[in-house]
């Protein structure tokens, strides 16, 4: 019989090779850089490779790792040679990892491949019994990412799997190396069987020992939860014990700790709003299928559950989604997620196009980030040629190949646009069969030009700050093309351990070590802050003053009001130049208001208690809320009231509402007005009144009162006037904005409507 090819060691190290080639010529820097990717990756490859060649051979043990060995060292080699031509931040991390990954990978393929040949005569047989076996494990070990709240799996054959969700911070657990113990117990248990039937010895001994194994392994595989190599729900509804009941089928989980009656109170409105007003848009009609929602405390609780801290996560399949509670703004786009499983199919109840997905959760926002509207935004992003349609970002590989701000904007415009322009119905379709020229009549290419016009109006002549602006969000490159992600998320992970143990130089260190590498606006800050906590303020703020890389310099807008503060805290003359830059580019609405009201605080006669309540901010990193509530309470009652408008009473009254909003006390905040109690007004004192007779309003008071207005209209309602104070943040907006205030005041004034039993207007889109 003639030695089949693959039995050879030769042309399956010319096949892995080839693959570790290919990887590194034809992927991103991410992928193509030694270090996880590349590790994880080759380790699937091998994994397959060392038990294909194992189960076509049967050799002595030494040879036979020998063989694994050999075929094991070939990618790293490749990756080694193209340090000539690649850069690599992390070489030694790199290594590890491989070792880590690759190598139990490459090792369990071969002791699998190896069980099979003595198993079975027919090198044939033994050759497709591991391809299935292959093959059957690794679905087996993707599915508790499917059927679990988490989203992370470990497999054998590619070790660690962290779910398509971005963890700059990734490491190897002690999870994972009791996950590789496991891996062990399993191959012993296999290759023990084939010995077994083999042996001479007592049935005893020949039945004990795989038997004495296979207990040991399905033990093991039991107590996954507790080794944390799975997180089932059970895991989590433990650590999430309360529940809530917004909506019929709607169950929210959640930790009574961190969420006071009054907040869950506010979630299940907020709930009951957006599954109405989404069924709404989309005319979807199923209200029967259970929708679980879980609240985390914390994003580190997320990550440690679910596996991901930044993002939150919807799992359409299972009608659930897991958020932080600091994330709760998203919450509609989350839902979104959900209630389309209506109109998709099984497995994952979504639209196969990235860009149709998350583009129709985008489309439901009222705003992006609350002074530019989506579609200002979209509009900008082609004015400034950061892209030239949006026919790219429909494509999983476009979408995931672009900054996610730019992916995200673009396909929340353009499907914003199919839903306004021809209905909820051809979108619904599209979002299923993605055939853009059966659902619409026209391919997408002309469906970009209409998009495009219609975006036209928007493009109208940018001043420098709005350049400012856009550029923060825009000039900057997908994550994949960054080879130095890992090793800048480790930097940081480490600096944040040790800022938690109060070493705060070893922090400032690793914070300036991950800048070096190219971290960007989040370890630059950190490092400051390590430098703040050493009592070194003008340090601190020289550091953010002198930092000019080219990345560093698109993203400076983040700097100005850290900036500003630090020239409050070491009495400097750039304080006010820097409140002024953060008001005029105005990275977000929340940014803005802050700017505004410290600028306010900082020249007005409690100036003294302003600074010390920056100084508590700062050098503490969390304000105790008793402390805090002291110097707001101070700065109240030491003010001297003004005749005119007063821009320091409606600071340190918008500071005491976000206090007690942040304590959960809400009721409490929506009582405490900015714009003068009911007292006040009906003995004709109310603020409002000198605003509307006052001539001295810049256009940065008329934004910030605009802004204070749609952030009262949000908090829970009692006796106040939610549409007065929507009207009025209408009247006080600068035209400039006033798009964004129009959408925000649309969806509160839609919500506020539906809470008292009146059907609200149906949402009907605007237009540039």
Same mark, same amino acid.
């Given at each position: 019989?003639?030695?089949?090819?693959?039995?050879?060691?030769?042309?399956?190290?010319? @096949?892995?090779?080839?693959?570790?080639?290919? =990887?590194?010529?034809?992927?991103?820097? @991410?992928?193509?850089?030694?270090?996880?990717?590349?590790?994880?990756?080759?380790?699937?490859?091998?994994?397959?490779?060392?038990?294909?060649?194992?189960?076509?051979?049967?050799?002595?043990?030494?040879?036979?790792?020998?063989?694994? /060995?050999?075929?094991? $060292?070939?990618?790293? @080699?490749?990756?080694?040679?193209?340090?000539?031509?690649?850069?690599?931040?992390?070489?030694?991390? &790199?290594?590890?990892?491989?070792? =880590?990954?690759?190598?139990?990978?490459?090792?369990?393929?071969?002791?699998?491949?190896?069980?099979?040949?003595?198993?079975?005569?027919?090198?044939?047989?033994?050759?497709?019994?591991?391809?299935?076996?292959?093959?059957?494990?690794?679905?087996?070990?993707?599915?508790?990412?499917?059927?679990?709240?988490?989203?992370?799996?470990?497999?054998?054959?590619?070790?660690?799997?962290?779910?398509?969700?971005? #963890?700059?911070?990734?490491?190897?657990?002690?999870?994972?190396?009791?996950?590789?113990?496991?891996?062990?117990?399993?191959?012993?248990?296999?290759?023990?069987?084939?010995?077994?039937? &083999?042996?001479?010895?007592?049935?005893?001994?020949?039945?004990?020992?795989?038997?004495?194994?296979?207990?040991?392994?399905?033990?093991?595989?039991?107590?996954?939860?507790?080794?944390?190599?799975?997180?089932?729900?059970?895991?989590?509804?433990? $650590?999430?014990?309360?529940?809530?009941?917004?909506?019929?089928?709607?169950?929210?989980?959640?930790?009574?700790?961190?969420?006071?009656?009054?907040?869950?109170?506010?979630?299940?409105?907020?709930?009951?709003?957006?599954?109405?007003?989404?069924?709404?848009?989309?005319?979807?009609?199923?209200?029967?299928?259970?929708?679980?929602?879980?609240?985390?405390?914390?994003?580190?609780? /997320?990550?440690?559950?679910?596996?991901?801290?930044?993002?939150? %996560?919807?799992?359409?399949?299972?009608?659930?989604?897991?958020?932080?509670?600091?994330?709760?703004?998203?919450? *509609?786009?989350?839902?979104?997620?959900?209630?389309?499983? =209506?109109?998709?199919?099984?497995?994952?109840?979504?639209?196969?196009?990235?860009?149709?997905?998350? &583009?129709?959760?985008?489309?439901?926002?009222?705003?992006?980030?609350?002074?530019?509207?989506?579609?200002?935004?979209?509009?900008?992003?082609?004015?400034?040629?950061?892209?030239?349609?949006? *026919?790219?970002?429909?494509?999983?590989?476009?979408?995931?190949?672009?900054?996610?701000?730019?992916?995200?904007?673009?396909?929340?415009?353009? $499907?914003?646009?199919?839903?306004?322009?021809?209905?909820?119905?051809?979108?619904?379709?599209?979002?299923?069969?993605?055939?853009?020229?059966?659902?619409?009549? *026209?391919?997408?290419?002309?469906?970009?030009?209409?998009?495009?016009?219609?975006?036209?109006?928007?493009?109208?002549?940018?001043?420098?700050?709005?350049?400012?602006?856009? +550029?923060?969000?825009?000039?900057?490159?997908?994550? %994949?093309?960054?080879?130095?992600?890992?090793? %800048?998320?480790?930097?940081?992970?480490?600096?944040?351990?040790? !800022?938690?143990? *109060?070493?705060?130089?070893?922090?400032? +260190?690793?914070?300036?070590?991950?800048?070096?590498?190219?971290?960007?606006?989040?370890?630059?800050?950190?490092?400051?802050?390590?430098?703040?906590?050493?009592?070194?303020?003008?340090?601190?703020?020289?550091?953010?003053?002198?930092?000019?890389?080219?990345?560093?310099?698109?993203?400076?807008?983040?700097?100005?009001?850290?900036?500003?503060?630090? &020239?409050?805290?070491?009495?400097?003359?750039?304080?006010?130049?820097?409140?002024?830059?953060?008001?005029?580019?105005?990275?977000?609405?929340?940014?803005?208001?802050?700017?505004?009201?410290?600028?306010?605080?900082?020249?007005?006669?409690?100036?003294?208690?302003?600074?010390?309540?920056?100084?508590?901010?700062?050098?503490?990193?969390?304000?105790?809320?008793?402390?805090?509530?002291?110097?707001?309470?101070?700065?109240?009652?030491?003010?001297?009231?003004? =005749?005119?408008?007063?821009?320091?009473?409606?600071?340190?009254?918008?500071?005491?509402?976000?206090?007690?909003?942040?304590?959960?006390?809400?009721?409490?905040?929506?009582?405490?007005?900015?714009?003068?109690?009911?007292?006040?007004?009906?003995?004709?004192?109310?603020?409002?009144?000198? !605003?509307?007779?006052?001539?001295?309003?810049?256009?940065?008071?008329?934004?910030?009162?605009?802004?204070?207005?749609?952030?009262?209209?949000?908090?829970?309602?009692?006796?106040?006037?939610?549409?007065?104070? @929507?009207?009025?943040?209408?009247?006080?907006?600068?035209?400039?904005?006033?798009?964004?205030?129009?959408? %925000?005041?649309?969806?509160? #004034?839609?919500?506020?409507?539906?809470?008292?039993?009146?059907?609200?207007?149906?949402?009907?889109?605007?237009?540039?």
């Amino acid at each position: 019989m003639q030695t089949p090819l693959f039995s050879r060691l030769w042309p399956n190290a010319v @096949l892995i090779g080839a693959v570790s080639i290919i =990887e590194i010529a034809f992927s991103s820097p @991410l992928f193509a850089t030694l270090g996880f990717e590349y590790s994880a990756l080759m380790a699937l490859s091998l994994s397959f490779v060392c038990g294909m060649e194992a189960s076509l051979n049967k050799l002595a043990w030494r040879s036979r790792l020998g063989r694994v /060995l050999t075929l094991w $060292s070939i990618p790293l @080699l490749v990756s080694l040679l193209s340090l000539l031509w690649l850069r690599n931040c992390a070489l030694w991390d &790199g290594i590890i990892l491989y070792f =880590e990954i690759a190598l139990p990978s490459a090792l369990l393929g071969g002791a699998f491949g190896a069980a099979f040949s003595m198993f079975f005569r027919s090198r044939r047989t033994s050759f497709l019994v591991f391809v299935a076996f292959w093959i059957v494990t690794l679905v087996l070990s993707l599915l508790p990412g499917y059927t679990n709240p988490q989203l992370f799996t470990y497999g054998w054959q590619y070790g660690f799997f962290p779910g398509l969700v971005w #963890d700059e911070a990734l490491e190897l657990s002690n999870a994972y190396l009791l996950f590789r113990a496991e891996n062990l117990v399993w191959a012993a248990f296999v290759i023990s069987i084939p010995i077994a039937i &083999g042996s001479t010895g007592s049935l005893l001994k020949r039945v004990g020992i795989p038997t004495a194994l296979a207990v040991a392994a399905f033990w093991i595989l039991s107590q996954n939860d507790l080794f944390q190599i799975t997180s089932s729900h059970a895991r989590v509804e433990h $650590s999430l014990s309360h529940v809530s009941r917004p909506a019929q089928g709607c169950v929210v989980h959640y930790d009574s700790a961190s969420l006071t009656a009054e907040e869950i109170e506010q979630v299940n409105a907020d709930i009951r709003w957006y599954l109405y007003d989404v069924r709404q848009r989309f005319l979807l009609r199923d209200t029967s299928s259970p929708i679980n929602i879980y609240i985390y405390p914390s994003t580190e609780t /997320l990550n440690e559950l679910v596996g991901t801290r930044a993002a939150s %996560i919807a799992k359409p399949w299972l009608g659930e989604l897991h958020i932080a509670k600091g994330n709760l703004h998203s919450l *509609k786009h989350e839902l979104t997620h959900i209630l389309l499983r =209506e109109k998709a199919a099984w497995p994952f109840y979504a639209s196969w196009s990235t860009g149709l997905t998350e &583009g129709a959760a985008m489309s439901v926002e009222p705003e992006f980030d609350g002074i530019y509207s989506l579609d200002e935004h979209a509009a900008r992003i082609l004015q400034l040629h950061y892209a030239s349609g949006v *026919k790219p970002v429909m494509a999983f590989t476009g979408f995931a190949a672009n900054a996610s701000t730019k992916s995200y904007v673009l396909a929340g415009s353009f $499907s914003r646009y199919l839903l306004n322009t021809y209905g909820p119905e051809h979108f619904d379709r599209v979002y299923v069969t993605l055939n853009f020229e059966k659902e619409y009549g *026209k391919p997408i290419d002309s469906l970009d030009a209409e998009w495009k016009r219609w975006l036209a109006p928007l493009m109208t002549p940018l001043e420098a700050d709005d350049s400012e602006h856009f +550029r923060y969000y825009y000039d900057r490159a997908s994550i %994949i093309f960054n080879p130095c992600l890992r090793r %800048i998320g480790k930097l940081e992970r480490k600096a944040q351990e040790a !800022f938690g143990r *109060k070493g705060y130089s070893d922090a400032e +260190r690793l914070y300036r070590d991950a800048v070096t590498a190219g971290g960007g606006i989040g370890p630059l800050v950190g490092e400051s802050y390590a430098i703040l906590m050493q009592d070194k303020d003008e340090r601190a703020l020289e550091l953010l003053d002198t930092s000019r890389s080219p990345e560093l310099q698109k993203q400076r807008a983040a700097l100005y009001l850290e900036k500003a503060d630090l &020239g409050v805290l070491t009495h400097g003359q750039s304080a006010q130049a820097n409140y002024a830059s953060a008001e005029r580019v105005k990275i977000s609405s929340g940014q803005f208001i802050l700017a505004y009201v410290r600028s306010v605080l900082d020249t007005s006669d409690v100036a003294s208690i302003f600074h010390t309540y920056l100084h508590h901010l700062y050098h503490r990193r969390t304000l105790d809320d008793s402390i805090r509530r002291v110097l707001i309470d101070s700065m109240a009652s030491m003010h001297h009231r003004t =005749e005119h408008f007063d821009r320091v009473a409606l600071s340190i009254r918008f500071l005491q509402t976000s206090m007690l909003q942040q304590m959960g006390m809400l009721t409490k905040a929506a009582e405490l007005d900015p714009f003068g109690n009911v007292e006040e007004e009906a003995n004709g004192h109310s603020d409002i009144d000198l !605003f509307l007779k006052t001539e001295s309003l810049t256009a940065t008071d008329s934004l910030a009162i605009s802004a204070v207005y749609l952030h009262f209209a949000t908090l829970p309602e009692g006796d106040r006037r939610v549409l007065g104070e @929507l009207l009025q943040a209408e009247v006080y907006c600068p035209q400039k904005y006033a798009r964004t205030v129009r959408d %925000i005041s649309d969806e509160i #004034d839609r919500q506020w409507h539906f809470r008292h039993g009146i059907p609200p207007t149906p949402y009907r889109g605007t237009s540039p």
